[in-house]
């Protein structure tokens, strides 16, 4: 269907790239030289990644900051600082990236999945207290897209029933849940800077927090189990070798510098282009808006699609067209964790057999996926995207 539908409608919609990723220019090669010439390539020595965790740390609001490789570990990481082992359940929602529950399983806790808000596509907290028992520790809230979830409900149950809270910000540098940027507003924040990222390395991760104890903790446990003022060889606690070379805090120094500008582009195009989806292109429905996010990193615009309004065509159908369009990379997204084979081998007999999560499972159907280096563009490239959308459904209907 989508190349006969091209070849209806003669040349693609679009015939150029959307914007490349990553960015970079000159600032970022002249970082990487001076790293390069100073023979200070490991932190230990070095003074880039130290001071980005304090640069990245401050315009999160956090005081503290630890780099570690990737943003899995930075989840890792946080969660056995805060002491979560063997024995433990961290509630956190389906529909993530699968180092959510895998970093969870991976410090011998088992997570509990709650399902999503249909409008938001993060976990919804009038199911939390339902699935909270005495073996609970932690909730791990998503903010998806770089949506902040609903952080003064999960902070306020997660007060109630003493549990920590640790923010999966993997996708939410800069976002803001009223007024305050996500990562410190719970215990901890872990992010991500893998390639795919609004800011990247290519690689790396960080951990923030406000609690001095617990950001030592990690320290320690990320360099391999030392502490600040002891000997090379005095290991006080296990640990690993999680720190992140120069090269990257370079990289990511020159990133943030950039970022508040690429967030005001992002969001002036994702204002635009949903504003005329919604007006335009019944059947694609943008997320639900919430005046209390106050910024948002916009990593990615998920849409509902509804077959319907397109002829019937599944979903799949439509993503081939659109990418027979020209309009590329669109996506089809997650798959619900708890439908996963990986995390239900890796649960074994923990798993909850049938468990049913309706929201998750629903988005894991109907949504569609537009990534973040296609919002740095213009208004022309978001009319593209309309363009192509509008042209499916007409040869569809």
């Known amino acids: 269907m989508a190349d006969r539908l091209a070849i209806d409608g003669g040349k693609p919609i679009r015939q150029q790239p959307f914007h490349p990723w990553p960015v970079f220019d000159q600032s970022e090669e ?50 056995i600082a805060l002491g979560i082992g ?34 938001s596509h993060n ?11 005495p073996r609970t520790r932690a909730i791990v809230p998503v903010h998806l897209s770089g949506r902040p979830a609903n952080m003064d ?23 803001e849940w009223r007024g305050k940027r996500v990562g410190a507003l719970g215990n901890a924040g872990a992010f991500s800077f893998q390639a795919s990222k609004n800011i990247t390395a290519g690689e790396g991760g960080i ?41 990257e805090g370079a990289i990511l120094q020159v990133q943030l510098a950039r970022l508040p500008v690429h967030m005001q582009q992002r969001e002036e195009n994702v204002s635009y282009l949903t504003r005329r989806i919604q007006a335009e292109i019944p059947g694609l ?8 996010i106050t910024a948002h990193s916009h990593h990615l615009l998920i849409l509902k699609y509804q077959p319907a309004a397109f002829g019937g065509h599944r979903r799949d159908d439509f993503v081939h067209a659109m990418e027979a369009e020209g309009i590329t990379p669109i996506s089809t997204g997650y798959i619900p964790l708890h439908q ?38 213009t208004h022309e490239d978001m009319d593209s995207i309309l363009e192509a959308a509008q042209k499916i459904q007409k040869a569809w209907r």
């Open 30 to 79: 002249k970082a990487l030289l001076e790293v390069l010439h100073s023979g200070n390539w490991g932190m230990l020595n070095g003074t880039r990644v130290t001071e980005f965790e304090a640069q990245f740390a401050n315009f999160q609001g956090a005081k503290f900051g630890i780099c570690v490789p990737n943003g899995t570990l930075a989840l890792q990481l946080a969660l």
């Open 86 to 119: 063997p024995g433990d359940e961290v509630i956190t929602t389906p529909y993530t990236f699968i180092a959510t529950a895998s970093s969870i399983i991976q410090t011998g806790a088992c997570p509990v999945f709650v399902d999503i808000e249909p409008g």
């Open 123 to 133: 976990i919804d907290p009038d199911l939390i207290e339902d699935a909270i028992t």
């Open 153 to 175: 409900a999960i902070l306020a149950i997660a007060q109630k029933h003493s549990l920590f809270v640790l923010e999966d910000a993997c996708q939410a540098w800069g976002s």
């Open 207 to 247: 951990v923030i927090t406000n609690d001095e104890d617990l950001a030592e903790r990690c320290w320690s446990i990320h360099n391999v189990g030392r502490i600040r003022d002891g000997a090379w060889y005095q290991h006080e606690v296990l640990g690993w070798n999680l720190r992140l070379p120069e090269w």
């Open 285 to 292: 429905i943008p997320p639900a808006e919430d005046l209390r």
């Open 340 to 377: 996963s084979p990986a995390i239900q081998r890796a649960l074994g007999n923990k798993f909850i057999t049938g468990q049913s999560l309706p929201a998750a499972e629903q988005a894991g159907r109907e949504s569609l996926w537009l990534n973040q280096n296609i919002f740095l563009g």
